[in-house]
């Protein structure tokens, strides 16, 4: 069954003519006759008393209300694929380190939210290597991720760039020494997150142990920790600064060596995109002017 033959059908008992029906869709009457035999034929039922003016029969009226959903569904994919409007039925998959959660994210989502107010999306949090894998096998539509360099073969776009500090409860030498370093157990999430990478890269520059490192499985939970003087961690400096234990860490400022990191909102290319990705691309674009935020500046780091 084809949609023209429907929208053929909707038109002939809409004008009620044949010859009407065929003016209005610029074509001829023997192609409008056409399409109503071939339903008639599908269907095995008549649809139209052939009279003046055309009137649908009883099987004419039912298929008329089952014309008039398909031909509007069909105008909806066709609008919703070529980016005209957002699909509310197949919400956004969105993945997100936990740090980039809690501090980016939420006012991003705020200004989605006000730009568009039923904008369907979900959230998952996860390491930055398990979210390109579910990026790779389209678990997710998108996700914010940590790399020091874009991820091949994916769409990168470059959202922020965090400054990593260490911080340290505060009963710690001035200046950090590297006895007291080699003694300290570093809290890190588990291994695929970004930011423990950065953890491996300072042990290996100033000689440090590699195997005194503690796994905890919140922020709030690793920076708690820090504050009581369990150990130290490496985190952006705009999530501690939000930290409801910001007040009793000491921040200190990584040396040269150790890069910052760029945030990057990767996707699959563009034209495997479910429909809702361009719009959120599109909003996330215009918003980033207003998320834009400077790191503070501290004393950097000097290991003795």
């Known amino acids: 069954m084809q949609i023209k033959s429907l929208e053929v059908f ?11 029906a065929a003016k209005y869709l610029h074509t001829v009457q023997s192609n409008v ?18 009279q003046t003016p ?9 298929l008329y209300d089952y014309a008039e959903k398909i031909v509007s569904l069909q105008k909806e994919v066709v609008a919703t694929f070529s980016h005209t409007q957002m699909s509310k039925s197949f919400p956004l998959n969105v993945g997100s380190m936990e740090t ?10 705020q200004h989605l939210q006000q730009m568009e107010p039923i ?24 996700a914010f991720i940590a790399s020091s360099v874009p991820i091949e073969g994916l769409f990168n776009y470059h959202v922020w760039t965090e400054q990593l500090v260490l911080i340290s409860s505060q009963h710690v030498p001035h200046p950090l020494t590297k006895e007291f370093l080699s003694q300290k157990k570093f809290i890190a999430f588990k291994q695929g997150c970004s930011y423990r990478k ?17 796994e ?38 990584l040396d040269h060596r150790i890069p910052e990191i760029k945030t990057y909102l990767i996707a699959d290319v563009p034209a495997n995109w479910g ?14 002017h207003d998320l834009h935020s400077e790191p503070s500046q501290q004393n950097p780091i000097e290991v003795t």
């Open 119 to 142: 904008f369907p999306f979900s959230l998952t949090t996860g390491t930055s290597r398990d979210l390109i894998d579910q990026v790779r096998t389209s678990q997710l539509d998108c």
């Open 100 to 109: 980039t959660a809690a501090v980016r994210l939420p006012i991003l989502f």
């Open 275 to 288: 429909t809702n990705m361009t719009h959120f691309l599109e909003n996330l674009k215009l918003m980033m």
């Open 54 to 62: 055309i009137l649908p029969t009883r099987a004419g009226l039912q």
């Open 216 to 253: 905890m499985g919140s922020l709030d939970g690793i920076v708690s920790c820090v504050s009581l003087d369990v150990g130290v961690a490496i985190l952006p400096i705009s999530y501690v600064q939000q930290s409801h234990f910001y007040e009793r860490v000491i921040v200190h400022e």
């Open 33 to 50: 006759t056409s399409h109503i035999k071939k339903l008639e034929t599908e269907l095995g039922v008549e649809i139209l008393h052939r």
């Open 10 to 20: 909707l038109m002939v008992v809409k004008l009620g003519s044949f010859s009407e």
């Open 198 to 214: 950065t953890i491996d890269l300072f042990l290996s520059l100033n000689d440090l142990p590699a195997t005194n490192i503690l």
